[in-house]
């Protein structure tokens, strides 16, 4: 019982130290966490990436677009390669505009690529 109360406690304090020092998770341990099975951590980890347009996310996205079975995730995993701007994304991308079985996500793909073009 004290192990685990160690455990515990040495768990929180390593929390506090990261916030305390604004600590980032590297981006490839979010690239890891993209085969995790929680959906959370999952989309979670591809809007950082995302969001700090991480280039070595560019291909770990593009693979789990094809095989990503929650409609959200694929719409938010198109918003991330679309946020990064890597153009070996939009192939994919348009696969996904046409053969998505999800309407939503065929529509919304389809402005990502349009924006995409623009840029």
Same mark, same amino acid.
């Given at each position: 019982? +004290? ?36 959906? !959370? ?5 591809? =809007?950082?990436? !995302? ?11 593009? =693979? ?7 409609? !959200? ?11 990064? !701007? ?7 991308? =348009? ?14 793909? +389809? ?5 995409? =073009?623009? +840029?």
């Amino acid at each position: 019982m +004290k192990s685990v109360i160690l455990i515990l406690t040495l768990n929180l304090l390593f929390a506090f130290i990261c916030l305390a020092e604004d600590y980032q998770v590297p981006d490839s341990t979010l690239v890891h966490y993209l085969e995790h099975k929680n959906d !959370g951590l999952r989309s979670s980890a591809v =809007q950082l990436l !995302g969001e700090r347009k991480s280039n070595i996310a560019v291909e770990p996205l593009i =693979q789990l677009l094809t095989t990503e079975k929650h409609a !959200g995730i694929r719409i938010i995993i198109s918003l991330a390669l679309w946020k990064i !701007g890597d153009a070996k994304a939009l192939p994919v991308l =348009q696969n996904l505009a046409k053969e998505d079985k999800d309407n939503m996500v065929r529509k919304v793909v +389809k402005s990502i690529i349009t924006r995409m =073009q623009k +840029k």
